[in-house]
């Protein structure tokens, strides 16, 4: 099913046009309430497409952002605007606009740090939240991983030869990817160019402001913060099986911070998974069942 959505601009505080795509519930459908989905650190609005369909069809209303410097939002002047507390601040900026009290947050990796950081200064706006792939944790070979392609300079390139770029970086993560599948994720990728050609669809100095010995320094603060989370709010925690980012013992730390939590793994897929599994779409309804 083609996913339909309304674009949707706001302003941050700092006075960025931010973009969001706004799938609106299906018609003759109660609504749910309002979903806002954050993305990961190089990832964009459009990753959420699938999940909004499902949840649409459900009766709710889904707000995919892209953050700042990503996609449709504008790039910020200062390169240390990019950072989880100016994400959480321009999460606030969009409940704000839309008159939204309070809403169910689905993060993926840096998604789920932007989520737990609005969780420890404005708990009172979310109303559960899906944390994907990422905790306080991060082992820092995971961390070196990605440091050794993301924010890189790429050269401009033609279809074919993204869809290979990206299936040499992500198919250890999504070894039963098709190649169907790897154009789709050029598609949520990329942009084209006035000659056809390809880039990244980001400013590259999203990354280049993310330290990973910030993280680790950051380690017991961010568990204060997931902790205050998971004690407001129920809360899923999704991990994909096969990942480098999330390693087991940390997801199972999570969900043990209380009764609210639960979690899920997908099969078969590592950092991070899409959200369109069956099991992590089956999970997420589950969750909005228990929203109150």
Not at 184 to 205: H, I, K, N, S, W
Not at 218 to 224: T, Y
Request: aromatic share 6%; glycine share 6%; with cysteine.
């Amino acid at each position: 099913m083609t996913p339909s959505y309304q674009d949707l601009y706001w302003n941050s505080r700092d006075g960025l046009r931010l973009h969001a795509r706004d799938h609106a519930p299906a018609t003759a459908q109660p609504v749910g309430g309002t979903v806002v989905c954050i993305p990961g650190l190089t990832r964009n609005a459009a990753d959420f497409d699938a999940l909004a369909v499902t949840l649409t069809a459900a009766g709710w209303r889904v707000l995919a952002v892209d953050l700042r410097g990503r996609a449709g939002s504008q790039r910020a002047a200062d390169p240390a605007g990019y950072n989880p507390r100016a994400y959480a601040d321009d999460m606030l900026a969009l409940l704000a606009s839309q008159h939204i009290d309070k809403a169910v947050f689905i993060g993926t990796s840096l998604g789920v740090l932007v989520t737990i950081t609005l969780a420890s200064h404005a708990p009172g706006h979310i109303a559960a939240a899906v944390l994907n792939d990422a905790g306080p944790k991060v082992p820092r070979q995971a961390l070196a991983r990605i440091g050794k392609y993301a924010g890189k300079p790429l050269p401009p390139m033609a279809p074919e030869q993204a869809a290979a770029y990206l299936e040499s970086i992500g198919k250890a993560a999504f070894p039963r990817f098709t190649a169907e599948d790897w154009r789709a994720m050029v598609a949520r990728t990329f942009r084209a160019r006035e000659d056809g050609q390809l880039e990244l669809d980001y400013d590259p100095a999203v990354v280049r402001t993310t330290r990973p010995w910030v993280l680790w320094l950051l380690r017991p603060v961010l568990w204060r913060a997931v902790r205050t989370l998971t004690a407001a709010a129920p809360v899923l925690v999704v991990r994909g099986a096969l990942s480098d980012i999330l390693p087991a013992d940390v997801a199972r730390q999570m969900v043990a911070t209380s009764a609210h939590a639960r979690l899920v793994e997908v099969p078969e897929v590592g950092h991070a998974p899409m959200l369109s599994e069956p099991v992590a779409r089956e999970a997420i309804l589950a969750l909005l069942d228990r929203v109150p």
